[in-house]
């Protein structure tokens, strides 16, 4: 039986540092700052991650780096295998695109387009076929129990509704992986609890998560906690 241990990671940062205010940058007063330091982490297929930390800990420049958002100053991250700080900027979009979901604390609804119209955003920059992008995105809204919400405009929803919506679209494009950016910062807790279910289930059917947040209860629903603190990572423990 292959534990999981012995699974191939979907996410590898190897000795990652990620430095600001570099002559390039531009230097600050103070001189450079170090956002991230020689982080190593890995990240297996199914994972529950909880990255945890206060405010200035580098929680936004991990969610970066590990959206493929920005490069690191030194170290690789390797996706899949794949060593990315080296990729060209369209390789890298194109990768983004097609295994990595991002779900933010701001629902990024355009109240605009309906509920469908929304997650169809999704497709934006693939070559999905119409009707392939139509059964996706409807399959995806069924999975978040919005199915009955298809034509409505996001600003008819609770906040709940509108986050599931969120989530909707970041996985039906096929995303191996989920990052979640404080996912319940703007819920009360029933709702908020709610959206941290529905995590669960998108979990225990494989889709791997990371969800950054400073919240202790957000971070207790993750199998695994790592703590942020002056750029370096600590592994706080497992969720048995």
């Not at 309906?114 to 169809?120: A, H, M, R, T």
């Not at 405009?153 to 906040?159: I, K, N, R, V, Y």
């Not at 039906?172 to 992986?177: D, F, H, S, Y």
Request: glycine share 12%; aromatic share 4%; charged share 20%.
């Amino acid at each position: 039986m292959t534990t999981t241990a012995e699974v191939a990671p979907v996410i590898e940062l190897r000795g990652v540092s990620r430095r600001f205010g570099s002559a390039q940058e531009g230097q600050p007063q103070g001189g450079p700052v170090t956002a991230l330091s020689e982080v190593d982490l890995t990240i297996r297929p199914g994972d529950h991650l909880a990255i945890t930390g206060s405010s200035g800990a580098g929680k936004s420049t991990m969610l970066n780096i590990l959206g493929l958002l920005d490069r690191p100053s030194a170290g690789e991250y390797y996706f899949d295998g794949v060593a990315t700080s080296s990729l060209r900027d369209r390789r890298r979009s194109a990768l983004r695109g097609s295994s990595i979901g991002f779900v933010f604390q701001s629902f990024h609804l355009l109240p605009g387009r309906s509920v469908l119209g929304n997650v169809l955003l999704a497709f934006v920059y693939g070559s999905v076929p119409r009707s392939e992008r139509l059964r996706r995105a409807s399959e995806a809204l069924d999975r978040v129990g919005l199915s009955h919400r298809l034509a409505f405009s996001p600003a008819t929803l609770s906040g709940g509704e509108r986050q599931r919506v969120a989530i909707a679209r970041s996985v039906c494009g096929g995303a191996k992986v989920l990052l979640a950016d404080e996912p319940t910062g703007n819920l009360d807790r029933v709702n908020a609890d709610a959206i941290l279910t529905l995590f669960d289930e998108l979990n225990a059917d494989g889709l791997t998560l990371v969800v950054i947040t400073h919240d202790a209860a957000v971070a207790e629903r993750a199998r695994r906690r790592i703590g942020l603190a002056d750029g370096k990572l600590t592994e706080l423990g497992a969720t048995p």
